[in-house]
């Protein structure tokens, strides 16, 4: 048991290193991030403002051809109006000049409104483009002092991934399994130690039995108040010394 207490806490110590060396990063994983998804956002926008302008202009040219055919439709219509035998047929075919004008005039101006959606999407995308070109530049910058801050502690990250592992392997899988919950809803310290009677990790008093049992490093004991497991002095000063 004693050993099982002392490796837990060895695993908290590189990680609380690893840690570190992740604080030092910042903020900047995450602006690499927002401003990724941002890009892909307003490229995303381009795209379908892009796809629209395409079937606007489908749209037109199939408009085109039909007004081609109305209006020779149109023209021949006008010239039998010359050859009507009666008034019946006269009607009918005024009807018919009359409806075909009226959908040659509808579709014109449906081809009118779908070419000024068109050119109002060509000035929105021109717009979205410095845009882009603007987050790119930043986007640039942010991965490239990120790669900085990576590059500068790599050996040290390397060094403590491995002797990570080696502790990892021979933690308990039901320990590990402790740890890494604690540690996930604790954001960090998931082993701590006891400083003037308090849990370092809360800051509560632990109570003096309480005390004497960690010491004793037969079990393993979590803090009342956060959960946290808790290890002796001896542990912890054995855990470091070992390292
Ligand atoms: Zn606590």
Request: contains cysteine; proline residues 1%.
């Amino acid at each position: 048991m004693h050993n099982r207490l002392k490796i837990l806490y060895q695993l908290q110590i590189i990680d609380s290193q690893l840690d570190e060396l992740e604080e030092l990063r910042g903020d900047l994983p995450n602006n690499v991030n927002s401003l990724n998804s941002k890009i892909s956002e307003l490229k995303e926008q381009i795209k379908l403002k892009e796809k629209e302008k395409q079937e606007s202009l489908e749209k037109r040219e199939s408009n085109d051809e039909e007004i081609e055919k109305l209006k020779e439709s149109l023209k021949k219509f006008k010239s039998q109006l010359y050859q009507v035998r009666n008034n019946k047929e006269y009607d009918a075919l005024t009807k018919e000049i009359d409806y075909t004008e009226e959908t040659i005039k509808k579709m014109e101006s449906e081809n009118d409104a779908l070419a000024d959606r068109s050119k109002a999407l060509s000035n929105e995308i021109e717009e979205i483009i410095p845009k882009i070109k603007e987050l790119e530049k930043e986007l640039k910058e942010k991965e490239a002092e990120l790669k900085e801050i990576i590059k500068a502690n790599e050996k040290e990250e390397k060094k403590l991934r491995e002797i990570h592992k080696k502790i990892e392997e021979q933690v308990k899988s039901s320990d590990l399994a402790q740890y890494q919950k604690i540690r996930k809803a604790k954001k960090g310290k998931a082993v701590v130690t006891i400083k003037r009677s308090a849990c370092s990790g809360c800051h509560n008093i632990v109570p003096a039995q309480r005390q004497l049992e960690i010491r004793r490093n037969n079990r393993i004991i979590t803090c009342e108040y956060c959960g946290r497991i808790l290890v002796s002095q001896e542990i912890a000063e054995e855990a470091e010394k070992e390292l």
